[in-house]
């Protein structure tokens, strides 16, 4: 994501993006993947917290 960007949006915890009761499934799924995988996550929920606000 560009600085600019990221400077301008609002900071939006992992609860408000996925909900409270998923971010433990998540950061649990998290120690199995791959590389690949995390940066494709991060992607994602750079996307989400783009739409939500």
Do not use: F, I, K, W
């Amino acid at each position: 994501m560009n600085e600019q960007l990221m400077q301008e949006a609002p900071m939006v915890t992992l609860s408000e993006l996925v909900g409270d009761a998923n971010v433990r499934e998540l950061l649990d799924n998290m120690q199995a993947m791959t590389r690949q995988e995390l940066e494709d996550l991060m992607d994602s929920l750079e996307v989400l917290a783009l739409h939500a606000y």
